[in-house]
């Protein structure tokens, strides 16, 4: 973007060396204004890229956040899972042990 003003103002430099003194200003205030317009624009483009990067990070923070929660929440719902197969696992073997207890009952009768 320079490059394209830097040439213009070239441009109108070599042009104004022919013309009236009330042109040259007029040719001077305009390529000025350009240049004055060209600078806010890359402000302009500046702050949103600014805004843009911290959105993205704000976004990238509550991603992991949900990711987090989610993963807990997995956590627990596997360690519930484990605890309630191992009672049940445990009450099996209660129960085997005391129809087994019956049955060597039964059978020394």
Same mark, same amino acid.
């Given at each position: 973007?320079?490059?394209? !003003? !830097?040439?213009?103002?070239? $441009?109108? $430099?070599?042009?104004?060396?022919?013309? +009236?003194?009330?042109?040259?200003?007029?040719?001077?205030?305009?390529? +000025?204004? &350009? $240049?004055? =317009?060209? &600078? $806010?624009?890359?402000?302009? #483009?500046?702050?949103?890229? &600014?805004?843009?990067?911290?959105?993205?990070? =704000?976004? &990238? *923070?509550?991603?992991?956040?949900? #990711?987090?929660?989610? %993963? /807990?929440? %997995?956590? /627990?719902?596997?360690?519930?899972?484990? /605890?309630?197969?191992?009672?049940?696992?445990?009450?099996?073997?209660?129960?085997? %042990?005391?129809?087994?207890?019956?049955?060597?009952? /039964?059978? *020394?009768?």
């Amino acid at each position: 973007m320079r490059k394209i !003003i !830097i040439t213009a103002m070239a $441009a109108t $430099a070599f042009s104004l060396a022919a013309c +009236s003194d009330k042109t040259q200003d007029a040719a001077a205030d305009a390529a +000025s204004s &350009a $240049a004055d =317009d060209a &600078a $806010a624009a890359g402000d302009t #483009v500046a702050q949103g890229a &600014a805004d843009a990067a911290d959105a993205t990070a =704000d976004a &990238a *923070k509550d991603a992991g956040a949900t #990711v987090e929660g989610a %993963a /807990n929440d %997995a956590g /627990n719902a596997v360690e519930g899972t484990v /605890n309630a197969a191992g009672d049940a696992a445990a009450k099996a073997g209660d129960k085997i %042990a005391d129809e087994t207890k019956k049955a060597e009952a /039964n059978d *020394k009768k």
